[in-house]
């Protein structure tokens, strides 16, 4: 059995519920990604062009700084969590990723959202690791994701 730990990016709450429940049905430590300068009601106002999230997304330039990040040196596999924001996740999870040495470590992305499901699989993000990282395809998940199904979920993917 390898070492799990699920990491996650939280905007409204939802993603970090998902993310305890994902630890808890994979018996995984958890840590979140809190960004060092939080973002602002403004700033998630995804309708505004001036928003944070709405230029991130259009420059993936931007790298928000993570307040601390974690250490993943001591997992097999991580799970990387995050809202879906225009299909993609928010620039913080690319700061982590490029920030790590996820060589011959596992990873495994989640997504929340209330109407995409694209972008959950993570394959717009392995660019941002080494090339011997193992990904495995993520999924959309919600609140509503029972811990069995959970559990069965991390049990397929043979971590």
């Not at 700061?95 to 790590?100: A, K, R």
Request: proline share 6%; charged share 20%.
């Amino acid at each position: 059995m390898s070492t799990m730990l699920v990491t996650y990016f939280t905007a409204s709450g939802t993603t970090r519920t998902v993310a305890e429940h994902l630890a808890k049905a994979a018996g995984a430590d958890i840590a979140e990604l809190v960004p060092a300068q939080p973002y602002t009601a403004a700033d998630l106002n995804w309708t505004d062009h001036a928003s944070r999230c709405v230029r991130e997304h259009e420059d993936p330039s931007i790298r928000p700084q993570i307040a601390d990040a974690p250490d993943v040196s001591g997992y097999d596999a991580v799970f990387v969590g995050y809202p879906l924001w225009w299909e993609q996740a928010p620039n913080i999870i690319r700061t982590f990723l490029e920030g790590q040495d996820f060589s011959g470590k596992t990873v495994v992305t989640f997504a929340t959202s209330s109407t995409s499901v694209r972008g959950a699989d993570g394959e717009h993000l392995h660019r941002c690791c080494s090339p011997d990282t193992n990904w495995k395809a993520g999924r959309r998940l919600t609140p509503r994701d029972s811990e069995a199904g959970l559990a069965r979920w991390v049990r397929g993917l043979g971590l």
